[in-house]
């Protein structure tokens, strides 16, 4: 699989959902154990073939299909700004904000230098609608962040009196 699905949705993204498999390019979750509701991602393809410009978000009821669908656009999460910056292509340029599958080439990561943390908010942002309390982050630790403590204050001066 040229496009290397499972590195990038396990290990790239890191998505927190329960329950989860890449079967081929697709990634499928069932948030909520023991729900209807599943979740299938999918590298959204574009008018080219073997050429891809994001991620397609669906949820699906077992029984009754797709219910809802959503596209996230590589371009509108910067997930390739730099690279294609790096590369001096500009967004109206053919081939910017996408990847590309090249079946014969195993040695071809499409994805590489990605910054995801932009897709990934919006992966959360759109299960939490469908899948409330399904995305399990780590609560961030107090000893790495900056603490607050009490500062006195400065003593108030007493410039002059007023009369009224």
Do not use: C
Not at 50 to 64: F, I, K, P, S, V
Not at 125 to 134: C, K, L
Request: aromatic fraction near 10%.
């Amino acid at each position: 699989m040229a496009l290397y699905a499972r590195e990038f949705f396990m290990e790239h993204l890191k998505l927190p959902l329960a329950d989860a498999a890449v079967v081929g390019n697709t990634y499928y979750a069932m948030p909520t154990p023991g729900g209807p509701l599943r979740l299938r991602i999918d590298f959204a393809r574009t008018i080219r073939a073997d050429e891809y410009d994001g991620l397609r978000l669906a949820t699906m009821h077992q029984d009754t299909g797709e219910l809802d669908a959503v596209a996230l656009r590589f371009e509108d999460h910067k997930t390739f700004d730099h690279r294609d910056a790096a590369r001096g292509r500009s967004p109206r340029e053919s081939g910017y904000g996408t990847i590309y599958e090249f079946r014969d080439r195993p040695d071809w990561v499409p994805w590489e230098g990605a910054h995801t943390s932009g897709l990934r908010a919006a992966i959360e942002q759109y299960t939490s609608v469908w899948f409330p309390g399904a995305w399990k982050t780590p609560a961030p630790s107090r000893t790495s962040g900056r603490t607050a403590r009490k500062v006195p204050s400065p003593p108030t001066a007493r410039g002059g009196s007023r009369s009224l």
